[in-house]
T-cell receptor
Framework: EAAVTQSPRSKVAVTGGKVTLSCHQTNNHDYMYWYRQDTGHGLRLIHYSYVADSTEKGDIPDGYKASRPSQENFSLILELASLSQTAVYFC?????????????FGSGTRLTVL | KTQVEQSPQSLVVRQGENCVLQCNYSVTPDNHLRWFKQDTGKGLVSLTVLVDQKDKTSNGRYSATLDKDAKHSTLHITATLLDDTATYICVVGDRGSALGRLHFGAGTQLIVIP
């Protein structure tokens, strides 16, 4: 069974602080994604990666950095956390070989910035 | 502008009843459409992927249709169970590869009562 593990499950951060969200997959997938989910809205893509040591900007990258040090690990970094970044963050992975390929999601990290 | 609209926003049904969830979209091109189930506080779990111009899929008590001419999809849940209580999310992919963008709806919250 494919698995995507996110840590921490929840996090409270102070405005201006640095936050790192981690994602680990054991699926041997090339593609990994970071999304944020806000109440009443669809998920939005922040950053993604299709190979280790390389990341790409998604639709809402401002205020976020990403790091893909290995195929298995993909981190999302908030250098200066702001109130507007309070949300639930999801990591996902897929093989990327076609449209019918299953997309696997982690359980999410609930981030609260105070 | 929201490109994937789901209706109803929320729905309450009694256990054993059938229900239909709607998804209308304006995404172009529309390579494929996915339905996900999201339990409260959990990640998204894939239910089905529809690819063809007029497509139908079936996965146990879940069945789905897609009409690309109408840019419309439905998710049918037959003989609902309490465990079907969740948010159901419609997602439209604009390309056949993982580099394409996924456009997420805000979801339909389904509550199944005894």
């Amino acid at each position: 069974e494919a698995a995507v593990t996110q840590s921490p499950r929840s996090k409270v951060a102070v405005t201006g602080g640095k936050v790192t969200l981690s994602c680990h997959q054991t699926n041997n997938h090339d593609y990994m994604y970071w999304y944020r989910q806000d109440t009443g809205h669809g998920l939005r893509l922040i950053h993604y990666s299709y190979v280790a040591d390389s990341t790409e900007k998604g639709d809402i990258p401002d205020g976020y950095k990403a790091s893909r040090p290995s195929q298995e690990n993909f981190s999302l970094i908030l250098e200066l956390a702001s109130l507007s970044q309070t949300a639930v963050y999801f990591c996902a992975s897929t093989t990327g070989t076609g449209s019918a390929e299953t997309l696997y999601f982690g359980s999410g990290t609930r981030l609260t910035v105070l | 502008k929201t490109q994937v609209e789901q209706s109803p926003q929320s729905l309450v049904v009694r256990q054993g009843e059938n229900c239909v969830l709607q998804c209308n979209y304006s995404v172009t091109p529309d390579n494929h459409l996915r339905w996900f189930k999201q339990d409260t506080g959990k990640g998204l779990v894939s239910l089905t992927v529809l690819v063809d111009q007029k497509d139908k899929t079936s996965n146990g008590r879940y069945s789905a249709t897609l009409d690309k001419d109408a840019k419309h999809s439905t998710l049918h849940i037959t003989a609902t169970l309490l465990d079907d209580t969740a948010t159901y999310i419609c997602v439209v992919g604009d390309r056949g590869s993982a580099l394409g963008r996924l456009h997420f709806g805000a979801g339909t919250q389904l509550i199944v009562i005894p």
